[in-house]
């Protein structure tokens, strides 16, 4: 069982027992030797798993007083990724940067996931090769050598997602008074917003919300007329979580004691839909295009291809085809890893070698 906290602190034995379990239970592979590996290198928010409904998930610092979820399955894949690329150049370094508490952390953790993928498959994979300014990996065996640049969608640094938690923080804040009212009588609430809105539209929101909470029927969505399409639920306190997809905001009343990183816990939860950014994308794909050029100015002749990691899969596969100006010659094509992961190769690339950059996407 996990500690009265709530978690699976894996440097205890018993609680490596316990997610081994939970790892069985929900099918996910993960190597005894591989476990072992991590907890000699990895730092502590990668071995402390905390409870939630559905799975466990490792908290992890990126940013100040910012933390992001982990998904169990997506723990255990890196976490054998840098056990079976222990012996690959550079991987002390991509382990370093895990635990820096930064965006970096889960850049480094995408580089490491997709390098283990080709790992399986047999590859030999150098992470940075030619250096700073240039690809994260090359992969490459008898019939295949390879540079990848790897992209992450940053929603940390989108500005749009810091207008969401300014504004999520500012509506919090004023509904704080409703908190007691609905642990009092084991009730939550979940507010969702189809959009983005001024500070000014904040007291008009917190009116309708204040003046109706007390009153309504619980599992019945209510609209909310200060922003068009937006809505909100009253939810028994233990109900599993309404709004499921988007970008989530909650407080947690402090007890004196820690407690579980759940919905339950949270009396209020402020969640937006979560758009994608076609400007965003395109950077990235500028950025990872110059790099793929530093590589084959440093590799004369060498191939390359970008993974994109991005929201949004329909959206993005349209930018990334509507991009394929900006790749470079030595570029083959895209990987992009979504809700609908795929490759966009460049015209002309065999469907041998389409097959190859699909391993990015296959664990």
Not at 131 to 156: F, Q
Not at 174 to 198: A, C, G, M, T
Request: with cysteine.
């Amino acid at each position: 069982m996990p500690s009265p906290e709530g978690k699976f602190d894996l440097r205890q034995a018993v609680d490596c027992a316990e997610i081994f379990a939970v790892l069985a239970e929900h099918r996910i592979a993960l190597g005894h030797d591989a476990l072992d590996f991590a907890l000699s290198v990895l730092p502590e928010d990668w071995l402390v798993a905390w409870v939630m409904p559905h799975s466990p998930m490792f908290n992890i610092m990126t940013a100040e007083n910012y933390r992001t979820a982990i998904p169990l399955a997506t723990w255990a894949e890196i976490v054998s990724s840098i056990f079976n690329l222990r012996a690959a150049v550079g991987i002390r370094e991509q382990i370093r940067r895990l635990g820096l508490p930064s965006h970096e952390a889960l850049d480094t953790s995408l580089a490491i996931r997709v390098a283990g993928r080709y790992a399986l498959r047999g590859f030999t994979v150098y992470f940075e090769p030619n250096g700073h300014g240039c690809s994260d990996l090359l992969v490459e065996n008898t019939r295949y050598r390879s540079y990848i640049e790897v992209k992450r969608e940053n929603e940390v640094e989108h500005k749009r997602l810091l207008s969401i938690q300014a504004v999520s923080k500012e509506i919090l804040g004023r509904l704080e008074p409703l908190y007691h009212w609905l642990q009092d009588n084991e009730l939550r609430v979940e507010i969702k917003f189809s959009r983005l809105f001024s500070a000014g539209t904040v007291a008009a929101i917190v009116a309708e919300v204040d003046g109706q909470v007390r009153h309504a029927e619980t599992l019945r969505e209510l609209t909310i007329n200060a922003v068009l399409g937006s809505r909100y639920i009253v939810l028994p306190r233990l109900q599993t979580s309404f709004y499921k997809k988007g970008i989530h905001t909650c407080h947690i009343i402090g007890t004196g004691k820690t407690v579980q990183l759940i919905p339950q816990n949270m009396p209020i939860q402020v969640v937006f839909d979560w758009r994608q950014n076609r400007e965003a994308l395109k950077r990235r794909i500028r950025k990872a295009s110059r790099q793929l050029t530093e590589d084959a100015r440093k590799d004369s002749g060498a191939q390359g291809f970008m993974v994109l990691e991005g929201s949004h899969g329909g959206a993005a596969q349209e930018t990334i085809k509507d991009s394929h100006s900006l790749l470079p010659a030595n570029c083959i094509g895209v990987v992009l890893l979504s809700d609908q992961s795929c490759v966009i190769p460049k015209l002309g690339v065999s469907d041998e070698l389409a097959r190859m950059m699909a391993f990015a996407f296959s664990p």
